[in-house]
């Protein structure tokens, strides 16, 4: 008579891959209807002139116009300077 293919251990296995799925399942459905009952925060939020998070917008008559070619998008160019040759001096001069 053969031998039946699924072992004990084969068995224990999948019972318990099974219950981890099942685990896994309760858990996800209970974030799900946790994440529902939180949902009573700030849905859009606005930042007032001291850059706190509000839920009100702002009075648009404080806005402070600006120029836009005064702003400056980038890195600004590094001016050439001497520090780096300085330092490299003072090492020598130590030695």
């Known amino acids: 008579m053969a031998k039946s293919q699924q ?7 999948e019972k318990k ?41 702002q009075d648009r008559s404080t806005w402070v116009k600006e120029e836009a070619s005064s702003i400056v998008l980038g890195i600004p160019k590094k001016e050439e300077s001497d520090e780096v040759g300085s330092r490299v001096l003072e090492l020598d001069s130590i030695i």
């Not at 309760?26 to 009573?40: F, I, T, V, W």
Request: hydrophobic share 30%.
């Open 7 to 13: 072992s004990f251990s084969k068995r224990e296995k």
């Open 17 to 57: 891959r099974l219950k981890k799925r099942e685990e896994k399942l309760k858990n996800k459905e209970a974030r799900r209807l946790l994440a529902k009952e939180e949902a009573g925060g700030i849905p859009f939020a606005y930042v007032d002139a001291d850059g706190n998070l509000t839920d009100e917008p």
